[in-house]
């Protein structure tokens, strides 16, 4: 019974400690394949969603959810007495008060990076833009070493440069100009109804999820584009290089900014001041700048459906889960958590969007996968000597202070006992009984004190 009871709360601990990396495998993965479809699926009344407003919308729903968290901390310390406005008060001279407008700058890299996100998506297929996107480590590893001074070993300076041959082999195209531009221009349909749904699960069609649309009428250039999207995969490489700089920039900066603080302040209070501070260039320079003319014309929520709904919240939620266990996962967990994120992308685009693997893909994909794994994971080592155990360290205040004889001193504070000394025992000689002294040697009387005692006096 007493072994029962043991083995449920491990399980519930390895069940617990499972989860975060879970939670995010789950949203990174749902993200990606829900951004890449909403940007080319059938528009809704023939218009396609502002991805400004997405963002928008993306830190609203961060903010929301921070700010009620935060909330509830404050209150947990709170009399029951305090009024609601007072909670409300001292939240917000806690998220305006000490180095919060540093957090400004990785807020405003982080919409930087969600706008990016997604351009790459709406012109790469889901399974490049995910291994292309793993450039992160290298543009993270290149600011740490910059502005946190980080050490690099070479090992991970190898797999680094591994990882940028496998995004270089992804990218080759190897596929005719002709089939390239068929590609591009081909659109997918996903069943939009569970009747559509049942149906493609009993066979219905070619025994493929997906319906591949043409474009075949005429009509302005703009409304071409919008039925059927054009991927132009050279501006999804340069917008998803955009955001691992922006995303590895704004990581290190937060980081140096915690270290820097003097103030304990807690992680909910952070998420709202990154939120806070993220809404102002959301808000003014994608919406009211980039795109307020077309706000103005057809509504802030054109072309919205569910699964741009779905995006939103599931990016607002992954980038709360990522900030809050941050700390907690363990890095060999990290580094697990991002290669099933690629493995299942890969398998999706290939299920879903009809992905069609080539061989440099294949490579490309295992040499980023074995350098993503082996970079986040501390413990591996190439190396046999990593085989022995650490060397033994002993500080200072453990050794023994020799003095100028060589014999070791006593602390100045410790109760000891001094014995008589003869000559003989200084000279290195000892003996069972007495003898006489060598010839040179004076005897030297007993090192008692004046009170005939063997203690010294303190």
Do not use: C
């Not at 072994?3 to 879970?22: H, M």
């Amino acid at each position: 019974m007493g072994e029962r009871t043991q083995r449920q709360p491990s399980g519930l601990r390895a069940a617990a400690s499972l989860a975060p990396w879970i939670l995010f495998t789950a949203e990174s993965t749902a993200f990606v394949l829900l951004a890449h479809y909403s940007r080319v699926m059938p528009p809704t009344d023939g218009k396609r969603y502002l991805t400004s407003t997405a963002v928008f919308l993306v830190e609203v729903v961060k903010l929301a959810i921070s700010l009620t968290m935060a909330l509830y901390d404050v209150s947990k310390t709170a009399p029951p007495s305090m009024p609601a406005t007072s909670l409300f008060f001292s939240l917000t001279s806690a998220v305006f008060s000490g180095d919060s407008w540093k957090l400004a700058i990785p807020a405003a890299l982080d919409v930087l990076s969600n706008s990016l996100l997604y351009i790459a998506l709406s012109n790469l297929r889901a399974a490049s833009f995910q291994i292309t996107f793993q450039l992160k480590f290298l543009t993270t590893a290149i600011f740490g070493l910059m502005l946190l001074k980080r050490s690099i070993p070479a090992r991970k300076w190898g797999l680094l440069l591994l990882l940028v041959v496998g995004v270089a082999l992804v990218q080759i195209p190897d596929a005719s100009p002709e089939q390239m531009l068929q590609d591009d221009h081909a659109s997918y349909h996903f069943p939009r109804s569970l009747e559509e749904w049942k149906a493609v699960k009993q066979g219905a069609g070619a025994g493929s999820s997906l319906h591949k649309r043409s474009a075949t009428y005429e009509g302005i250039e703009e409304d071409i584009l919008t039925a059927d999207p054009h991927l132009n995969p050279a501006i999804g490489l340069l917008a998803t290089i955009g955001a691992s700089l922006a995303s590895g920039l704004a990581g290190i900066y937060f980081e140096k900014v915690l270290k820097d603080s003097s103030n304990h302040i807690s992680l909910w209070v952070r998420n709202v001041q990154l939120a806070v501070y993220s809404l102002f260039p959301a808000l003014f320079i994608g919406i009211v700048f980039r795109d307020g003319e077309k706000i103005a014309e057809d509504g802030f929520f054109q072309g919205y459906n569910w699964a741009v709904w779905t995006t939103i919240i599931i990016q607002a939620l992954g980038g709360i889960v990522s900030a809050f266990y941050a700390s907690n996962v363990q890095r060999d967990a990290r580094s697990l958590a991002t290669t099933a994120n690629i493995i299942l992308s890969i398998v999706g685009s290939i299920w879903l969007f009809e992905y069609e693997v080539t061989a440099s893909f294949l490579l490309g994909s295992a040499a980023v996968l074995v350098a993503t794994h082996y970079y986040g994971n501390p413990t591996f080592n190439p190396a046999m000597g990593s085989l022995r155990p650490p060397p033994i360290r002993i500080d200072a205040y453990e050794k023994d202070p020799a003095g100028p004889d060589g014999s070791p001193v006593a602390p100045p504070n410790d109760f000891s006992i001094k014995l008589p000394t003869s000559p003989f025992l200084s000279d290195g000689m000892s003996s069972s009984r007495p003898t006489s002294p060598a010839p040179g040697h004076t005897r030297v009387s007993s090192s008692r004190n004046a009170s005939a005692s063997y203690f010294d006096e303190k």
